[in-house]
C-alpha cells in the first residue's frame, strides 16, 4: 500500500490472446436490485481513485448511464481512458441479428466511450424476462440453446471488432460442450469466459478448459454473493465466507473472509469482479490482491472446500415444463437436447 492506496505496479495483470493485459481484479456493478444506480456509479468513481482499473458493466443492470458519467469525470480529471478496462454485456433479448450492433452502441453512449475493451453474450440464451423477475418467469417464446443461432449471434460480435467499436469479445455462463462448438466456428476467438467462481463452486473442469484454450476465466459472484436478491436463493445453498478454512485464513491475515475469497481467485489465476458500494470493502478487496499471498498449504486446503454449489442457477432461462436448472449447464458433458 502506498499512503493508504494501493501501488498499481503490484496489481496482477493476465494477458488475453491479443497481447493486451487485462487488470487482474475489476469492480463488479450489478446492484442486485437493492443498491441504486447512483451508488454504484459514485462506487465506481472512487474506486478508480483507489487503483481500480476494470469494471465489469452490463446493460441489464440498468446502470449504465450513471457509470457513464463517473467514468466521463475520471477520465477528465485523472487517467487516461486507455488506462482503463471497461467490460458490458450483450442482454438475452438483444441476441437478434439487427440487435446487437445497436445494443452494444446502446451502451457506449450511455457508458460515454468510444470503444469497450470486451463484450460478453451475457447468456448463451435468448429468452427474454423482465429484470427483477421471480424464479418461476419463463418466456413465452423461450429456446435452449441452438448453436446455428448463437453462431448468427456471434457473427455479429465478431462484426463489432471489425467496426472498432469493442476490442475484445467473450462468452458467459457457457459450458465445456458449447464453449467446444463456438471454439470450432468463431473467425474471432473468445478471449474470456465469465462463469462463477469462489472457494464453495471451484468448476474445475470448465476452468481447466477455458484456460487450455487461450481464455482467460472471469469469475463472478467471487465472495459468495451475500446480497444477491431473494430469487437467486435456495435452502442449499452455502456460504464460503462462512467456511472454517477461509475464516481461519481470515483471522490469520486480519481481513474479512471475503478478502481470502478474492486473493484464492487471484492466485488460482482467474480475474475476481467482486462488487461493493463500501470503501473500505472495495479498496480491502483491491489491496488483498497485492499484499502477501496465501500459502502454498493455504491454496491447497481451499481446493479441498469445493461444495459443487452454483449459486446463480438461471432457471427463468429454462425452455420447456418439467425441468430442473441442472438442464442448463450440460452436466453429462454434452448440450442438453431440445
Ligand atoms: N456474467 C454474469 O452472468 C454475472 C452474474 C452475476 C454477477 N456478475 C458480475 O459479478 C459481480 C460480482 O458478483 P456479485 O455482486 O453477485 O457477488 P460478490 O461480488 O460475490 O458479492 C458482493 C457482495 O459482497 C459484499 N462484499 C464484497 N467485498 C466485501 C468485503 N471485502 N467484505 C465484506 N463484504 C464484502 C458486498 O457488500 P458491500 O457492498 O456491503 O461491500 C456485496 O453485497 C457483479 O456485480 C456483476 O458485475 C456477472
Known amino acids: 500500500m502506498i499512503n493508504g492506496y494501493v501501488d498499481l505496479a503490484l496489481v496482477p495483470r493476465r494477458t488475453l490472446y491479443t497481447g493486451a493485459r487485462m487488470p487482474g481484479i475489476g469492480l463488479g456493478t450489478f446492484g442486485s ?25 452490463a446493460s441489464v443492470y440498468a446502470n449504465e448511464h450513471e457509470i457513464g458519467y463517473a467514468l466521463e469525470q ?12 471497461i467490460t458490458s454485456k450483450l442482454w438475452n433479448d438483444k441476441h437478434g441479428e439487427n440487435d446487437v450492433i445497436a445494443s452494444c452502441r446502446k451502451s457506449l453512449t450511455d457508458l460515454r466511450l468510444s470503444y469497450l475493451d470486451l463484450y460478453l453474450v451475457h447468456w448463451p440464451f435468448p ?32 462484426e463489432l471488432v471489425d467496426l472498432g467499436l469493442v476490442r475484445h469479445i467473450g462468452t458467459s455462463n457457457m ?50 454473493s451475500p446480497g444477491r436478491p431473494e430469487r437467486d436463493r435456495t435452502a442449499e445453498d452455502t456460504v464460503p465466507t462462512e467456511d472454517p478454512v477461509i475464516v481461519k485464513i481470515a483471522n ?13 481467485a487471484a492466485q488460482r489465476g482467474q480475474v475476481p469482479i467482486p462488487f461493493s458500494t463500501n470503501r473500505d470493502h472495495y479498496l480491502g478487496n483491491l489491496a488483498g490482491v497485492v499484499s502477501e499471498p496465501l500459502t502454498e498449504g493455504e491454496m491447497h486446503e481451499i481446493s479441498t472446500i469445493d461444495r459443487n454449489c452454483r449459486l446463480i442457477k438461471g432457471q427463468v432461462f429454462l425452455w420447456k415444463d418439467g425441468q430442473s436448472w441442472e438442464d442448463l449447464w450440460d452436466l453429462n458433458g454434452e448440450i442438453t437436447p431440445l
Open 175 to 224: 459450458t465445456v460442450p458449447k464453449l467446444k462448438l463456438l471454439l470450432r466456428d468463431a473467425r474471432i476467438k473468445p478471449a474470456v469466459n465469465e462463469m462463477e467462481l469462489h472457494p464453495h463452486f471451484q468448476q474445475p473442469q470448465l476452468f481447466d478448459f477455458v484456460r487450455s484454450n487461450g481464455l482467460i476465466p472471469v469469475g463472478y459472484c467471487p465472495v459468495g
Open 252 to 264: 490469520r491475515l486480519g481481513v474479512h473472509p471475503a478478502v481470502v475469497c478474492i486473493k484464492w
Open 127 to 158: 429468452n427474454f424476462h423482465p429484470p427483477g423477475c421471480d424464479v418461476s418467469s419463463r418466456s413465452k417464446d423461450a429456446k435452449p440453446y441452438i448453436h446455428a443461432e448463437f453462431m448468427k449471434t456471434w457473427r455479429k460480435m465478431e
Open 33 to 57: 436490485d437493492h443498491v441504486t444506480a447512483g451508488q454504484v456509479a459514485a462506487a465506481v468513481e472512487d474506486a478508480a481513485a483507489l487503483g481500480y482499473r476494470h469494471f465489469d458493466c
Open 74 to 85: 475520471v477520465v477528465r480529471r485523472h487517467l487516461e481512458r486507455g488506462e482503463l478496462w
